[in-house]
């Protein structure tokens, strides 16, 4: 048996190491951000950082072999997005706890994310105290409740969200649901998704009308030379 003296040493050694710490998994698809994230959350907060994945398919092969705590997920990356693999992660693992971690303010992209089943949805300006306090939370089981902003009168786009707009604007160009997927790099449930609130908040009754109260409002830009209308 360790004498006292040393047996202090190797269990200010194993804290240092953070082996009993909360185990992060962080999915982001910018590298920077990612790795910066992780120093502060491992250094500042003594969070674990058990792996960190660039797409929904890694996140979900790592997930597989680490079984983290808590996930930060981003909304927005390329081949498959954040609530799209929030929701295949879930179909697999009904218990995991996920934290969304993202730069999208959009209310609908929130709304969908807690109801596809994340515990806390965070936008990556918090400070880093607060995102700390967030994980802990959603580790102990607890929901982080998500801020959903209002839409402004004086907001310039009228009853949609920017991502609505960006939406219906495709529809208008004659687009496929699964065509503004590729394009706007979301999945095709989330396009459904953002045309069913299109059609709520317009009040009309399919897509074309949808299109038509936009000319209506006053919603589109004037097409660029030589873009498909």
Known sequence: MAPPRRAAKIMGMATEKNPLGIRVMLVDDHLV???GLANVL???HGFNIVAQADDGPSAIALWRKHRPDVCLLDVCMERMDGLETLRLLLDEFPMARVLMLTSSKDRDDMTL???TGARGYVVKTVPHDELARAIRSVHDGGIVSPQIPTLPKTSGTGPLSQRELEV???VRQGFSNDEI?????????TVRA????????????DRAQAVAIGYDLGLFKPAAHGQRL
């Open 33 to 35: 951000m990612r790795v």
């Open 42 to 44: 491992s250094l500042n």
């Open 194 to 205: 953002h045309m069913t609130a299109i059609l709520a908040r317009l009040a009309a009754s």
């Open 168 to 170: 219906l604007g495709l």
């Open 113 to 115: 994310a807690m109801q």
């Open 181 to 189: 997927a590729r394009l706007l790099g979301i999945s095709e449930r």
